[in-house]
DNA sequence: CGGTATCCTGCAGGATACTG
DNA sequence: CAGTATCCTGCAGGATACCG
């Protein structure tokens, strides 16, 4: 049974509503945030040390791209020094499972691409 | 009960895995070309069509690049005028569920998403 | 500590013209 | 019909410096 009748969700209006949330998660940064906001409540710096390679003008973009779609919740404590902590709303969350799915998949499949493009390339260089 | 267990599998290797693939399946087309071939074998000018706004060089790129990961294959009939077909292989398949799991996840959450934007920007615009 | 502001670069991807 | 080849542009994202 072919799973064609429900890739109209996909393709739906053009690919615009799914692409738009596409170019949004599959920025770099963002699905890496959120899973590393997965483990609870965590401030600015402790998620600067935890994604190696982000920098900070990155980590507040993506930061506040996901506070203001509102997957992720900003909090600021009046103490001194600041407190910044961010969290996953429930929206943001349900976020997680779908991602798990694609990233399986990823895992999965990592050995079996890898394996395609070496042998791509040997059929490549033949051809010349 | 947390999935955070789980997301091991997304912060990994610092993501680098997942990204990978990420980057190659958000590249704008790849995902639309994939729900577009699950309908069956499909000729290049019938893509063409049937995916609006595509460009002939965008469609060609993307359809290299996913036979070269293995996740569709290329039929070329020795005619004339020439005819070549696409059609998804068993990993490319594989790709719709997990696919279709975001993009359930995606329409969802629309407007959710909307709503807290437009939120964000009036409580921007209050702010200043 | 938790950010902005600014500059800079690579490259994804569009437009267009040509081809076996 | 099914592509290449070439040129061009915007902008994601890195580096760096400064700020409350």
């Known amino acids: 049974m072919s799973e064609y009748e429900h890739t109209c969700m996909i ?3 053009g690919g615009k509503t799914l692409r738009a949330i596409l170019d949004q998660i ?3 940064w963002t699905l ?3 899973a590393t ?3 609870g409540t965590v401030r600015f710096t402790d998620l600067h040390h935890q994604i190696p390679g ?3 003008r990155m980590l507040t973009l993506t930061l506040r791209n996901l506070e203001r779609d509102g997957l992720v919740a900003r909090t600021v404590h009046a103490e001194v020094p600041p407190r910044v902590e961010y969290a996953l709303t429930a929206v943001g969350k349900s976020l997680i499972a779908p991602a798990l ?3 399986g998949w990823a ?3 990592v050995p079996h691409i890898e394996a395609s493009r070496e042998a791509y390339l040997r059929a490549g260089s033949r051809r010349g």
């Open 11 to 13: 393709r739906g209006d």
């Open 26 to 28: 599959c920025n770099k």
């Open 32 to 34: 890496l945030v959120v």
């Open 37 to 39: 906001l997965d483990q």
């Open 54 to 56: 982000i920098s900070q």
């Open 101 to 103: 799915a694609l990233a």
């Open 107 to 109: 895992i999965e499949h």
